[in-house]
């Protein structure tokens, strides 16, 4: 079973930058891909970014691509979401989650986010 901790949400304007903060516990996490989610008010959640724990390798949403970093430090099992450039449609809820395969099954309780205009 794999804990997940998120942190770093807050209200900020646009433009402003916000740092999400993922703290795994568990288990060894080599073989798992993290990856963050957000849900809006009366929207479906939807994929914002993804890392591969071993590789590095990242994706992105098309809505994020350049504004929004993924990383993790392997030493702290911590996985980052660096946001630049807030826009007031990137408010939602943002979760964390885990996969080892193709569906990710371990989710944090998750981060509000709000953007003002």
């Known amino acids: 079973q794999v804990q997940l901790v998120e942190s770093g949400g807050g209200l900020v304007q646009a433009g402003d930058s916000l740092r999400l903060s993922c703290a795994a516990s568990g288990r060894s996490f080599s073989l798992y891909t993290m990856g963050w989610f957000r849900q809006a008010p009366g929207k479906e959640r939807d994929f914002v970014a993804s890392?591969?724990?071993?590789?590095?390798?990242?994706r992105y949403a098309d809505s994020v691509k350049g504004r929004f970093t993924i990383s993790r430090d392997n030493a702290k099992n911590t996985v980052y979401l660096q946001m630049n450039s807030l826009k007031p449609e990137d408010t939602a809820v943002y979760y964390c989650a885990a996969r080892r395969s193709f569906n990710y099954d371990s989710w944090g309780q998750g981060t509000q986010v709000t953007i003002s205009s």
């Open positions: 890392i591969s724990w071993s590789t590095g390798t990242t």
